[in-house]
């Protein structure tokens, strides 16, 4: 079975400043990697996944992550944080079956005016 | 486009109370949906997961139940709540098309059992 550990619970950055979350799995296989976002109060959304092919995926809202194989890790980066970015950040790992898709503990990110 | 609703956004009821949740999905037919929770200041739990009508799954043992009786309809339910059932209670979806299950979340129900 996989698992995912986020070792930053919380995370606070100035507005403006670049911005790396980390993520790391375990999997025997060729894992789907996941980020979401979710905002007080709300639902997730999907910032981008990783399947196969280019190591470097771009996401929505300026965010990108890199699937490491070697590191078996999977980072979240954006290069300039706004206000709105504050939020939980979830990393995710996924089998192609629904049962086995986990979530890690999430970042908190706060973010300083 | 595809969208998922739950209803209802925020509920409070006392210990002991009946519960239902419904979740709702447009857009798509035949999807594998999912109920997870999220307590305060933690991560996800997921509950059930199901691949089609009247197909359910459980992964932890609880008080809860879901039920889908509908392809794009899925309920989670309890007899008699305690007070460790509040928490953030959240339903996804997924197509089978594709087989990298990508998961689409709705807004959430906000649980407060008293």
């Known amino acids: 079975a996989q698992s995912v550990t986020q070792p930053d619970i919380h995370i606070t950055v100035s507005e403006g400043a670049s911005l790396e979350l980390r993520c790391n799995y375990s999997?025997?296989?060729?894992?789907?990697l996941f980020w979401y976002v979710q905002s007080p109060g709300q639902g997730l959304q999907l910032l981008l996944k990783?399947?196969?092919?280019?190591?470097l995926v771009q996401g929505i809202k300026g965010f990108e992550a890199e699937f490491k194989r070697s590191q078996s890790s999977f980072n979240l980066r954006k290069p300039s944080v706004h206000w709105s970015d504050a939020a939980e950040y979830f990393c995710?790992?996924?089998?192609?079956?629904?049962?086995?898709?986990?979530f890690g503990p999430g970042t908190r990110l706060s973010v300083l005016p | 486009s595809q969208t998922i609703h739950q209803w209802p956004a925020t509920l409070v009821q006392p210990v002991g109370s009946p519960l239902s949740l419904e979740c709702t999905v447009e857009?798509?037919?035949?999807?594998?949906l999912y109920w997870y929770r999220q307590a305060a200041g933690r991560g996800l739990q997921l509950l059930f997961y199901s691949v089609g009508i009247g197909q359910i799954s459980s992964e932890v043992p609880q008080n809860l139940s879901a039920s889908r009786p509908q392809d794009r309809q899925f309920i989670l339910s309890s007899k008699k709540l305690l007070l460790s059932d509040s928490g953030f209670y959240l339903c996804?979806?997924?197509?089978?098309?594709?087989?990298?299950?990508?998961?689409?979340f709705g807004p959430g129900t906000r649980l407060t059992v008293l």
């Open positions: 996804a979806w997924s197509p089978k098309e594709g087989g990298t299950d990508t998961q689409y």
């Open positions: 990783y399947f196969s092919g280019d190591t």
């Open positions: 999997y025997g296989a060729t894992p789907y």
């Open positions: 857009g798509t037919s035949n999807p594998n």
């Open positions: 995710a790992v996924g089998a192609g079956y629904g049962q086995n898709f986990v």
